[in-house]
């Protein structure tokens, strides 16, 4: 059964500084999400990664993928209050047949002054 | 553009009413969707997912049913509420292996 883990769950820094939140997956996959949920509201899609090596940017964030350590990082440039909110990963058991994605607890993120 | 229709957006039910929740999606044929189920301050829990029309797979076990009885309508529904139902509903579509996932605006559901 694939377990999705995600650290830290609850993540308070400072505006202008960098941080990296961690996604772990413990079966073999070749798709991860990361999405963003702000309070009250739905999940906002940030990046598709499809394949081994796979990095993606928006702004101030990137992520990034390592199928063979089963691992995916979301990195957080020069934090500003905007990117306040919880972000979850998804994965995708086995390979691309799979129909469903899987999530992660989510990280709460709170950036401060 | 493809669209996801949820409603209603908030519902409070007394224990034992049944329950409906719909999902629709427009501007797309043959849409994989999906029904997670959120509770406060929570992760997301897969209820069901469906790959076509009649075809349901169930995650969980439950006192929550589904259904899809057109190709891009999906249907949550339970005869009986308990007060562990409550949580944020969320229906997604996706197009298929390899695409992305897109979600509702969910169901916040309150059963008192």
């Known amino acids: 059964e694939l377990k999705v883990e995600q650290n830290p769950l609850f993540l308070s820094m400072q505006e202008g500084k960098n941080y990296t939140i961690y996604c772990n997956y413990s079966?073999?996959?070749?798709?991860l999400y990361w999405y963003r949920q702000d309070p009250g509201k739905s999940l906002e899609s940030l990046f598709v990664?499809?394949?081994?090596?796979a990095v993606k940017q928006e702004g101030r964030l990137m992520a990034s993928l390592d199928t063979k350590a089963r691992l995916s990082t979301l990195h957080i440039t020069a934090a500003v209050h905007d990117l306040s909110a919880t972000y979850f990963c998804?994965?995708?058991?086995?390979?691309?047949?799979?129909?469903?994605?899987?999530f992660g607890s989510g990280t709460r993120l709170s950036i401060r002054p | 553009s493809q669209t996801i229709h949820q409603w209603p957006a908030t519902l409070v039910q007394p224990v034992g009413s049944p329950l409906s929740l719909e999902c629709t999606v427009e501007?797309?044929?043959?849409?994989?969707l999906y029904w997670y189920r959120q509770a406060a301050g929570r992760g997301l829990q897969l209820l069901f997912y469906?790959?076509?029309?009649?075809?349901i797979s169930s995650e969980v076990p439950q006192n929550l049913s589904a259904s899809r009885p057109q190709d891009r309508q999906f249907i949550l529904s339970s005869k009986k509420l308990l007060l562990s139902d409550s949580g944020f509903y969320l229906c997604?579509?996706?197009?298929?292996?390899?695409?992305?996932?897109?979600f509702g605006s969910g169901t916040r559901l309150t059963v008192v």
């Open positions: 997604a579509w996706s197009a298929g292996p390899g695409g992305g996932y897109t």
């Open positions: 079966t073999t996959s070749d798709r």
């Open positions: 990664l499809l394949s081994n090596g």
């Open positions: 998804a994965v995708a058991p086995g390979y691309s047949s799979a129909s469903k994605i899987i």
């Open positions: 501007g797309t044929s043959n849409p994989n």
């Open positions: 469906s790959v076509g029309i009649g075809q």
